[in-house]
């Protein structure tokens, strides 16, 4: 519970989004600049495609890979990619001291960089069996 409530506390004068917003509005709230999309490298350290199966490469984009505390798996939904995920993972990146931890933030079939043989099996069986595959890429048997 304490990590949710860390995670999802109220906003701040510093909060990431509150200066995204800003920098995308004027003083009314209209929009204006450029509003290109920031790059996967300002969240996450590296870009990486999970060979699952013969069909299927799942794009992976992952923080933290060699730290020894936990490893959170995000997973999107419909209409989102991996990098909805960019600014809880700078968040929940500094939250455990020395250990640290791994985020692994994929996108999901028929979603962003990821290429599959069937994008519309959507099946709870086909979403875990690419949950697995990709933590079985990315780590080996003895990983946590």
Excluded at 4 to 22: A, G, I, Q, W, Y
Excluded at 69 to 84: D, E, K, Q, R, T
Aim: a negative charge; aromatic letters at 10%.
């Amino acid at each position: 519970m304490a990590l949710r409530k860390s995670l999802f506390k109220p906003p701040h004068e510093n909060n990431t989004m509150d200066r995204v917003f800003d920098a995308c509005h004027d003083e009314d709230g209209e929009l204006q600049g450029d509003l290109t999309p920031l790059s996967w490298e300002d969240y996450f350290d590296e870009k990486i495609d999970c060979d699952v199966d013969a069909n299927t490469r799942i794009c992976a984009y992952v923080t933290g890979r060699e730290a020894e505390g936990p490893v959170f798996i995000l997973h999107h939904g419909a209409g989102h990619s991996a990098l909805s995920f960019g600014v809880m993972t700078r968040r929940l990146s500094g939250m455990f001291g020395d250990k640290g931890c791994t985020v692994v933030a994929f996108d999901c079939r028929g979603h962003g960089d990821t290429k599959t043989g069937d994008d519309y099996d959507l099946s709870i069986q086909r979403l875990s069996e690419d949950v697995v595959g990709v933590y079985r890429s990315l780590f080996d048997e003895s990983a946590r």
